[in-house]
C-alpha cells in the first residue's frame, strides 16, 4: 500500500498570537512551529502503523518554503519513509490543493491522509479539495480506519453522531481524534531522519482564489463579575435579566 | 446576485443549521435565494420563512456522500445561474464545500462569523479561536461556509416553491454500513447547541458526572469537557471542546473545574456568555469568565440546578 500523509507547520497549540504590519502578517517572532496536530497524531500515525501491518510505504507531503523543513524532518523521525516539499508559497487552500493533487495525480496512492483541519487557519478545505481535484471519495473526520486488502472501514464523525462506512481504495480522508496515538520520535528515528529523502519539487501552476485581507484578535472581555457560592439565584436570575442567555 | 444554499438533512428533516444558512444566504442575496436540500424531507417548505423563495428537493439522494451530494449543488447552481453558494459549516458542509468550490473555480471562506462587505471580504476564525482573519474573495464565482451559531436563523415569515431535482448525479462510491446516534439522549450536537454545561479534573473521576448531567437535563443543555477528561477517558472523544477538539459557540457555557489553558479557551472563546466554577480563585479561566463562582462544583452544580428549576417554574 502506497500512502501520502499532508503535513502543514502550525504554531505550537500555546502559542500566543498576534500580528504585525498593521495586523496584515502573522507575528512568527518567538513562536515554536509544529507538525499541525491533526496531521502528526492521527493522520500520520495511523498511516504508520497501517505500514507496519500491512507493508509498503509513507510519504510525506507540504507545500512551502525552506522553513518548513525541520517540521517534515520531524515527522520523518516519526516514521514516514521519504518527504517532498513543494517549493511554493501556501497561498490559499485551493491553491495549496492544487499543488497536492498535480504531484498527486500520477502517483497510484491508495489513501491520502490530512488532518481534519489546520490549528492555523482552521478551514479544513485542503482535504476535499484534493479529493475533488483527483476526484476520489472523501471521507471527513475520520477516527477509525481498518484495511482489508482494498476494502476500508471507516468511522466517522458525522451530524448527530457516528457512521462507519465502507469504501474501496483509492480515497481521501481527513482524521481527527481516536484515530491513533500521539507518538514521541525515538533518537533511531531522529537520527534515520537526517538522511531520508527530503525532495523539492518546483511549484504546479495554480490560481489564487481568496486573500486574507487582515487580521484581528478578539476584544478583551469585561471584568468578570464574581457571584457567591451560596446564591446560585442571583446567577440564574443574571443570566436571564442581564445576558439574557437563558 | 443569484444565491444558492445547501440545505443538509437527517432523518427526513432539513437540519437545524440549514435555517441559519438560508438566512445567511437570504441576507447576501438581497432579500431572498434558492436552496437546495435532499432525500425524503418532510419540512422543505419551511425554509421559505427564512428567505429561500424556492426549494429543489433531490429525493433519489439517500445519503451524505460527499462527491454525490458536490455534483448535485454544482448542478442546480449551473441550472440556476448562481455565482454565488453558502453552506454551513457543519459535518456535511465542511465535506462538501471545498469539492463545490473547486468545480467552480470558486474562492471559498469557510467559518465565516459574519456578512460579506462589498468586496466580498468575509471575517472568519482562525488560530482556532484566538483570533479573526478577513479574507477576500477574488474569484467571479464564490463559495462560503458559515459557522454555526454565528448570524443566527431569521424567521421572515416568507414561503417557498418546493420542486424535486431532475438531473443526475451518479451513485456513490461510499456504502454506509451503521449510523450510531452519539447523542443518545436525543440533546443538540455540541457544534450546534446554545447551551453547554462542561467539566474537567476539578470533578476527580467519571463517576461524579451526575451532577453535571443533572444541570444539563434541566436546562436542556449538552455536555462538554476539557481535554485531560477526555484523553483519561472518563468522558467520550466526541465530548471535548478545545484547540484540537470541538470549538464551540454556544450563547451560554457553564465550566465546572477546568482551570482554562489556552488551549481549551481557544475551543470555547466564542460562546457569547462564560460562567466559570472553580475552588482556585486564581484559574485563569476567570480571566476570560462573565460571571464567576469561586467554590466547589460539588456543591456549586447541584445549588445552580436547583435554582434553575425553580427559575423555570415561575417563567
Not at chain 1, 63 to 77: N, S, W
Not at chain 1, 110 to 132: L, R, S, W
Not at chain 2, 6 to 32: H, M, R, T
Not at chain 2, 42 to 61: M, P, T
Amino acid at each position: 500500500m502506497k500512502f501520502l500523509v499532508c503535513i502543514s507547520k502550525v504554531p505550537d497549540t500555546t502559542s500566543k498570537i498576534a500580528f504585525t504590519d498593521g495586523d496584515t502578517k502573522f507575528d512568527e517572532n518567538g513562536i515554536q512551529f509544529i507538525v499541525n496536530p491533526y496531521d502528526e497524531w492521527y493522520a500520520l500515525v495511523r498511516a504508520l502503523e497501517l505500514k507496519e501491518s500491512l507493508g509498503g510505504s509513507v510519504t510525506i507531503i507540504t507545500v512551502g518554503g525552506q522553513a518548513d523543513e525541520p517540521v517534515m524532518r520531524k515527522a520523518l523521525a516519526i516514521g514516514a519513509d521519504e518527504a517532498v516539499r513543494i517549493d511554493a508559497e501556501a497561498k490559499d487552500p485551493g491553491y495549496i490543493a492544487t499543488q497536492i493533487a498535480s504531484y498527486a495525480k500520477d502517483k497510484d496512492f491508495d489513501i491520502v491522509f490530512c488532518g481534519k483541519e489546520t490549528i492555523m487557519y482552521n478551514n479544513a478545505q485542503v482535504p476535499a479539495a484534493v479529493a475533488e481535484y483527483l476526484d476520489v471519495p472523501f471521507i471527513s473526520l475520520a477516527t477509525k480506519l481498518d484495511l482489508n486488502g482494498n476494502t476500508a472501514t471507516i468511522e466517522r464523525d458525522a451530524q448527530g453522531g457516528v457512521e462507519v462506512v465502507e469504501l474501496q481504495t483509492p480515497f481521501v480522508l481527513s482524521a481527527a481524534k481516536g484515530m491513533a496515538e500521539q507518538r514521541i520520535p525515538n533518537m533511531k528515528g531522529i537520527m534515520a531522519a537526517r538522511t531520508k529523502p527530503l525532495n523539492v519539487v518546483p511549484a504546479f501552476d495554480a490560481a489564487e482564489t481568496t486573500q486574507v485581507v487582515s487580521y484581528e484578535t478578539p476584544s478583551g472581555k469585561a471584568e468578570c463579575k464574581y457571584i457567591d457560592p451560596e446564591n446560585m439565584d442571583e446567577l440564574v436570575s443574571l443570566l436571564h435579566n442581564q445576558a439574557k442567555v437563558i | 446576485m443569484s444565491v444558492l444554499v445547501f440545505a443538509d438533512a437527517k432523518n427526513g428533516k432539513v437540519i437545524k443549521s440549514a435555517f441559519e444558512a438560508v438566512s445567511y444566504g437570504a441576507k447576501v442575496g438581497g432579500g431572498s435565494c434558492i436552496a437546495v436540500t435532499y432525500g425524503d424531507v418532510s419540512n422543505a417548505d419551511e425554509l421559505g420563512a427564512y428567505g429561500a423563495s424556492e426549494v429543489v428537493v433531490a429525493k433519489s439522494i439517500a445519503d451524505n456522500d460527499s462527491q454525490v451530494l458536490s455534483a448535485l449543488v454544482a448542478d442546480v447552481a449551473g441550472q440556476k445561474g448562481a455565482n454565488t453558494i453558502i453552506f454551513s459549516q457543519d459535518f456535511t458542509g465542511k465535506a462538501i464545500a471545498p469539492r463545490v468550490a473547486t468545480k467552480l473555480s470558486a474562492g471559498l471562506v469557510s467559518g465565516a462569523v459574519d456578512y460579506p462587505t462589498a468586496d466580498f471580504t468575509i471575517k472568519k476564525t482562525a488560530f482556532s479561536g484566538k483570533a479573526f482573519a478577513n479574507v477576500k474573495i477574488t474569484t467571479d464565482n464564490r463559495v462560503i461556509s458559515v459557522l454555526p451559531n454565528s448570524v443566527g436563523a431569521e424567521n421572515t415569515g416568507g414561503s417557498a416553491t418546493v420542486s424535486d431535482y431532475a438531473g443526475d448525479v451518479g451513485v456513490s462510491k461510499v456504502k454506509i454500513i451503521e449510523s450510531k446516534s452519539a447523542a443518545s439522549d436525543g440533546s443538540v450536537p455540541l457544534p450546534e447547541a446554545e447551551l453547554v454545561v462542561s467539566a474537567g479534573r476539578g470533578l476527580k473521576g467519571p463517576e461524579n458526572w451526575g451532577i453535571v448531567e443533572d444541570l444539563a437535563n434541566a436546562m436542556g443543555a449538552t455536555t462538554a469537557c476539557s481535554r485531560p477528561v477526555a484523553d483519561i477517558g472518563w468522558r467520550p472523544h466526541h465530548e471535548h471542546v478545545g484547540q484540537t477538539g470541538v470549538a464551540i459557540r454556544p450563547n451560554l457555557y457553564i465550566a465546572a473545574g477546568i482551570s482554562g489553558a489556552i488551549q481549551h479557551l481557544a475551543g470555547v472563546n466564542g460562546s457569547k456568555v462564560i460562567v466559570v466554577i472553580n475552588t482556585d480563585a486564581e484559574a485563569p479561566f476567570f480571566k476570560a469568565a462573565d460571571y464567576g463562582i469561586v467554590g466547589d462544583a460539588f456543591e456549586v452544580l447541584p445549588r445552580l440546578t436547583e435554582a434553575y428549576k425553580k427559575f423555570k417554574a415561575s417563567n
